[in-house]
Nanobody, 127 residues
Framework: QVQLVESGGGLVQTGGSLRLSCAASGRTFRRYAMGWFRQAPGKEREFVGTISWNGGSTYYADSVKGRFTISRDVAKNTVYLQMNSLKPEDTAVYYC????????????????????WGQGTQVTVSS
């Protein structure tokens, strides 16, 4: 059984930073791309970014480009989302997800391509 567990969320002031972690188990983690999404109250789940199976490629939503960075540690089966220069509009529940199919990075912006999801971690940015 595949499990993804996010951690690292919390309350931070505008301009601050947080690093989220997503620990994976139950699958050969290194073979698959991973994505991060977020969902604010009353809004649809939104693509944040994705990282290739080997960490060699990343792709981000325009809203976070230049502020957020995704990385992965294959040995630890963990993906990270480093969030800098946080804004109140970044407030949301953040989810990591696993894409089982090899595809172009630009095709990983839809939640529909991901098969396993974590439970989410809350990030709140105060103004």
């Amino acid at each position: 059984q595949v499990q993804l567990v996010e951690s690292g969320g919390g309350l931070v002031q505008t301009g601050g930073s947080l690093r989220l972690s997503c620990a994976a188990s139950g699958r050969t983690f290194r073979r698959y791309a991973m994505g991060w999404f977020r969902q604010a109250p009353g809004k649809e789940r939104e693509f944040v970014g994705t990282i290739s199976w080997n960490g060699g490629s990343t792709y981000y939503a325009d809203s976070v480009k230049g502020r957020f960075t995704i990385s992965r540690d294959v040995a630890k089966n963990t993906v990270y989302l480093q969030m800098n220069s946080l804004k109140p509009e970044d407030t949301a529940v953040y989810y990591c997800a696993n894409d089982p199919i090899l595809r172009p990075m630009g095709q990983r912006t839809s939640a529909a391509v991901y098969d396993y999801w974590g439970q989410g971690t809350q990030v709140t940015v105060s103004s």
